[in-house]
T-cell receptor, first 111, second 113 residues
Framework: DQQVKQNSPSLSVQEGRISILNCDYT??????FLWYKKYPAEGPTFLIS?????DKNEDGRFTVFLNKSAKHLSLHIVPSQPGDSAVYFC??????????FGTGTSLTVIP | DSGVTQTPKHLITATGQRVTLRCSPR?????VYWYQQSLDQGLQFLIQ???????AKGNILERFSAQQFPDLHSELNLSSLELGDSALYFC????????????FGEGSRLTVL
């Protein structure tokens, strides 16, 4: 049972444009959400997170939006850069006990 | 460099065999998590240890076991290996049992032939 879903396996965006990666979850007990970025042959690295008490968190070019009623979160990257090309994983946790990950979205930023 | 070290990086073995994957967490991190990533799959949570004690269990098969030692390093033991066990196995660590951020190692790629 996949509690965190990323329905788009891949996304291509032109350099300078906005990249929007989406994630849906099913468990209403999730109270903390994270995005990880993964390059080939490396482990995932933490990118940005958001608590369920917020609906937006911004860090430089990265913004995460949370819509609790829709059980949906999204990651916006503006402007997109070629170095952003990677696989992005969405994750969620109920009080940090387990971290549930989505299947990832492969982002390609075209120069 | 996340500070999490996993060995070996690559491992090729045969069905029916047993292997051990090792993880050294970041200095000071008490919690260790194991994840499995199969082809086209997300990161499947296997098990979590905190300061030597098992804290949470995910979809870990009975053929698999893990432990965390007093020096906080952890080992994941995979036995009676099957072709379907071929995957990337990631270890992650965090400071606390309920920390909001995990630091991942580079993974151990297991190939079962």
């Amino acid at each position: 049972d996949q509690q965190v879903k990323q329905n788009s396996p891949s996304l291509s965006v032109q350099e300078g444009r906005i990249s929007i990666l989406n994630c849906d979850y099913t468990n209403s007990m999730f109270d903390y959400f994270l995005w990880y970025k993964k390059y080939p042959a490396e482990g995932p690295t933490f990118l940005i997170s958001i608590s369920s008490i917020k609906d937006k968190n911004e860090d430089g070019r990265f913004t995460v939006f949370l819509n609790k009623s829709a059980k949906h979160l999204s990651l916006h990257i503006v402007p997109s850069q070629p170095g952003d090309s990677a696989v992005y994983f969405c994750a969620a946790t109920p009080q940090g006990r387990q971290f549930y990950f989505g299947t990832g979205t492969s982002l390609t930023v075209i120069p | 460099d996340s500070g999490v070290t996993q060995t070996p990086k690559h491992l090729i073995t045969a069905t029916g065999q047993r292997v051990t994957l090792r993880c050294s967490p970041r200095s000071g991190d008490l919690s260790v998590y194991w994840y499995q990533q199969s082809l086209d799959q997300g990161l499947q949570f296997l098990i979590q240890y905190y300061n030597g004690e098992e804290r949470a269990k995910g979809n870990i098969l009975e053929r698999f076991s893990a432990q965390q030692f007093p020096d906080l390093h952890s080992e994941l033991n995979l036995s009676s290996l099957e072709l379907g066990d071929s995957a990337l196995y990631f270890c992650a660590s965090s400071v606390e049992a309920s920390s909001g951020e995990l630091f991942f190692g580079e993974g151990s790629r297991l190939t079962v032939l």
